[in-house]
């Protein structure tokens, strides 16, 4: 329809096109303690893990000489060597999860022991690139006190076992040094209870490991650089024989030997 006469319709001005929005950048994920990121299948085990309960009520019970009933009992002890140097040096192998570490286990996130600490348990099987098998655990107590030095962690949900399990170093009066491994657990995993003499067996190795791997700290014969190799001392080869000559020797120098004497001439007699 035609304009009408005196008034005036304003036209739309075409507006200039707007470049399309950048697309919004990826959020980093977070990093969780021991620096793996949230979004990892390893980091959510952990939050879980942090926020769960032990899965056994008796916790602390390893301080005792007493150990709760219903469980398992397990006590081993071997005889480090003697004086303070050698319990400070298993002590600080054994707070820095020494034996678990020299067991085959990975510890994540790595950090000596402290109460309340969250971690998980990592084992690689042979064979098999990625670990398959991981074990939630929580410090309960430690102990670092001039004759005693230790810790102890106990089972979360996700662990095969229920139970508790204290590694300790301790010097006696006459300042001899002893590790022990105190334990009190059940299966509680359906795969443990299923194969329980495997598990047995299991666990009873990784016992046999857990005193050695400290015999060897104690001893400073763990792991470490390659030592270069000692000079060694050479001997002289000795000289070999002459060969047998045909030659005659020459003759030496000084008095030679004459013939031998001869029988005396007969004396003719005289002339008259």
Do not use: N
């Not at 300790?168 to 009066?173: E, G, I, Q, T, Y």
């Not at 040094?177 to 334990?183: G, I, P």
């Not at 000692?230 to 030659?247: I, Q, V, Y």
Request: net charge neutral; proline share 16%; hydrophobic share 35%.
């Amino acid at each position: 329809m035609p304009d009408s006469p005196g008034h005036e319709v304003p036209r739309a001005v075409p507006s200039a096109p707007t470049a399309p929005a950048a697309p919004a950048a990826p959020a980093a994920p977070t990093a969780a303690r021991g620096g793996a990121p949230t979004g990892s299948g390893l980091a959510r085990r952990l939050l879980a893990a942090r926020a769960a309960a032990p899965s056994y009520p008796e916790v602390g019970a390893t301080r005792g000489a007493r150990l709760p009933e219903g469980y398992t009992h397990l006590r081993r002890r071997v005889h480090l060597g003697h004086g303070p140097e050698v319990l400070a040096r298993a002590g600080r192998f054994v707070l820095g999860w020494g034996c678990q570490l020299g067991t085959g286990f990975a510890v994540h996130p790595y950090a000596p022991a402290e109460p309340g600490a969250t971690v998980l348990l990592r084992l690689r099987l042979p064979g098999i690139r990625r670990p398959r098998l991981v074990i939630p655990c929580r410090v309960v107590w430690t102990v670092d006190e001039p004759d005693r030095i230790g810790f102890a962690y106990g089972t979360l949900p996700g662990h095969p076992e229920r139970g508790e399990e204290a590694f300790v170093v301790s010097m006696d009066a006459a300042g001899e040094v002893w590790f022990e491994v105190s334990a009190f657990a059940r299966l509680a995993a359906w795969y443990a209870r299923l194969g329980r003499p495997v598990a047995v067996l299991c666990q009873y190795l990784a016992i046999e490991r857990y005193l050695t791997s400290v015999v060897e700290a104690a001893a400073g014969t763990e792991p470490g650089p390659v030592p270069e190799p000692r000079p060694t001392l050479s001997r002289e080869p000795e000289p070999e024989p002459e060969p047998a000559s045909d030659a005659k020797p020459e003759p030496q120098p000084g008095p030679q030997p004459g013939p031998e004497p001869g029988p005396e001439p007969e004396s003719l007699p005289e002339p008259g």
